[in-house]
């Protein structure tokens, strides 16, 4: 709550709402990063704004997760660079590597794969994004790689 009330007071009183999207992201990190019916629930009494407020914002950005997820979230970039450059390709490698579907988390609870909207690094297709980074210029040598640094707890999530 105090990271909440710090984020209020950069709004005027009448303007709680305003302040949505990083109470959001305040709540889904502090709750193992997703955000359940009761959180938003919670987040729409703070703000004083009705609970489906919220879950309109919540389902409709891609950065806030519904459902408990996969410690490492492999978000993929499925747009036109990406695409172009072999993303749907990795994906599927990623996805049989890891025993998986798309939007599905691994038995032991470590990753999910995703695909996602425009990342803006076209310039490094395909690339995907892992917690706070990017990886980019991917192969599937490198996705090997990288759920190797995973499962060895190598790869650092958040940039905070």
Avoid at 55 to 82: D, H, R
Avoid at 99 to 105: A, D, H, L, S, Y
Avoid at 137 to 142: A, G, I, R, S, V
């Amino acid at each position: 709550m105090t990271r909440i009330n710090e984020l209020l007071s950069h709004y005027p009183e009448d303007k709680k709402k305003s302040a949505l999207l990083p109470v959001l992201h305040e709540v889904q990190d502090a709750h193992d990063n997703w955000l359940s019916i009761a959180l938003m629930d919670k987040v729409a009494e703070i703000l004083g704004i009705l609970p489906i407020e919220v879950y309109e914002v919540a389902t409709f950005y891609t950065m806030y997760n519904l459902k408990p997820i996969g410690k490492y979230m492999f978000e993929f970039c499925q747009t036109s660079c990406c695409c172009l450059r072999g993303t749907e390709d990795l994906m599927d490698y990623t996805c049989e590597k890891l025993g998986v579907g798309i939007g599905e988390t691994t038995a032991d609870g470590l990753f999910e794969v995703r695909g996602v909207e425009c990342l803006g690094a076209c310039g490094y297709a395909p690339m995907m994004q892992l917690g706070d980074f990017y990886k980019e210029h991917l192969t599937k040598e490198k996705i090997d790689q990288i759920i190797a640094d995973c499962r060895d707890n190598k790869i650092i999530l958040h940039d905070k």
